[in-house]
């Protein structure tokens, strides 16, 4: 497995690459938004480590252009631990984040799961997530169930697209409420509880027992895969 690691801090840099490394796989390091991409498009990486801010082109903005031509696993790194900061590295295609300063052993589990989850979830002409039973057409915003089409509603399918492309990531309601709603949203986090029930509803065989829309008692939930 190839990684690039992203960062102006070569020091911090010069560390993840070491530890990356004893951990078998092959990193290749750049310093700026703008290598950045320019590395991605090459397509040679299996996942990327990005910092938020950088010179030349932050991190986000990096990110939002990767995002334009594919689909690789990236983790954002900020200095900043605002939850507000953390959606927006969502909104602009990350698949997680760690706060600096981090501990490298949670860096590498990270980094591990997300290696799992790329290889274990079936992409066709890049528009489509399929996990066991259920598929996800992300250009058309379709949800399919054993091949056909489930009716959802636009936030019933931004929480599902969510949990699927992070699966065994636990959500809280608060965080479910804060990327999927928006901080401009003001309601009850019981909200979150009424659309994963219809969401069970609609895409589980058996919605008390569902087979990917779990429950985490006293957290919140996560897509099993």
């Known amino acids: 497995m190839r990684i690039l690691v992203v960062d102006d801090e070569k020091t911090l840099v010069k560390g993840m690459k070491f530890n990356l490394e004893n951990e078998g796989y092959e990193?290749?390091?750049?310093y700026d938004g703008a290598a950045a991409v320019e590395l991605a498009r090459e397509g040679r990486f299996d996942l990327l480590i990005l910092d938020v801010m950088m010179p030349e082109m932050d991190g986000l903005e990096a990110c939002v252009k990767i995002r334009e031509f594919s689909n690789v696993p990236i983790i954002m790194l900020t200095a900043k631990s605002e939850d507000a900061d953390k959606l927006m590295g969502f909104e602009s295609g990350a698949d997680d984040y760690l706060t600096k300063p981090f501990n490298i052993l949670e860096l590498k589990a990270r980094v591990r799961?997300?290696?799992r989850r790329?290889?274990?979830?079936q992409r066709s002409q890049g528009t489509l997530l399929t996990v066991g039973n259920l598929t996800l057409n992300t250009e058309e915003r379709v949800a399919l169930r054993d091949g056909e089409t489930v009716e959802l509603t636009a936030k019933e399918y931004d929480l599902i697209e969510l949990l699927m492309r992070n699966p065994r990531r636990v959500y809280s309601r608060e965080n479910l409420m804060n990327v999927v709603w928006g901080y401009s949203y003001v309601?009850?986090?019981r909200t979150v509880d009424v659309h994963i029930r219809r969401l069970r509803e609609k895409l589980e065989?058996?919605?008390a027992e569902p087979d990917h829309i779990m429950t985490k008692w006293g957290v919140g939930y996560y897509f099993k895969g």
């Open 27 to 30: 990193v290749e390091c750049a």
């Open 118 to 121: 790329a290889a274990g979830v």
């Open 187 to 189: 309601g009850d986090y």
């Open 113 to 115: 799961a997300l290696l």
């Open 205 to 207: 065989n058996n919605p």
